[in-house]
């Protein structure tokens, strides 16, 4: 059975750093493109960003380029996300997600159910002012 298991969300003021961790069991993660993609309030979910299973090539959502680095150990079946320079605008549940090695395109991997195979439960992202 695969499991996703999102960590390190809460609470943080503008302007603060943050590290979310996703590890995953039950799949060979090197067979894997994986994302980060959040869902807030009243938004349509945004792909965050995208990495090959390599984690030789990424992609980012203009908003948070230059803010945010995903990056992966294979080693530990791990995706990782370091947030930096938070505003309360990235407040949102963000969830791990993956799938299957495809073509890279540079567009992103996608934000609905459809375009992954595999998600996280999910962890809740709070950012004040």
């Known amino acids: 059975q695969v499991q996703m298991v999102e960590s390190g969300g809460g609470s943080v003021q503008a302007g603060e750093s943050m590290k979310l961790s996703c590890t995953a069991s039950?799949?060979?993660?090197?067979?894997?493109?994986m994302a980060w993609v959040r869902r807030s309030a009243g938004k349509e979910p945004e792909e965050v960003s995208c990495?090959?299973?390599?984690?030789?090539?990424?992609n980012y959502a203009y908003s948070v380029k230059g803010r945010f680095t995903i990056s992966r150990d294979n080693a530990k079946n791990t995706l990782y996300l370091q947030k930096n320079s938070l505003t309360p605008e990235d407040t949102a549940s963000y969830y791990c997600?993956?799938?299957?090695?495809?073509?890279?395109?540079?567009?992103?991997?996608?934000?609905?159910?459809?375009?992954?195979?595999?998600w996280g439960q999910g962890t809740q992202v709070v950012v004040s002012s």
């Open positions: 997600a993956a799938r299957p090695i495809q073509m890279w395109t540079g567009a992103g991997c996608g934000k609905d159910s459809e375009d992954f195979e595999y």
């Open positions: 039950g799949l060979n993660f090197d067979e894997y493109d």
């Open positions: 990495i090959t299973w390599s984690g030789s090539l990424t």
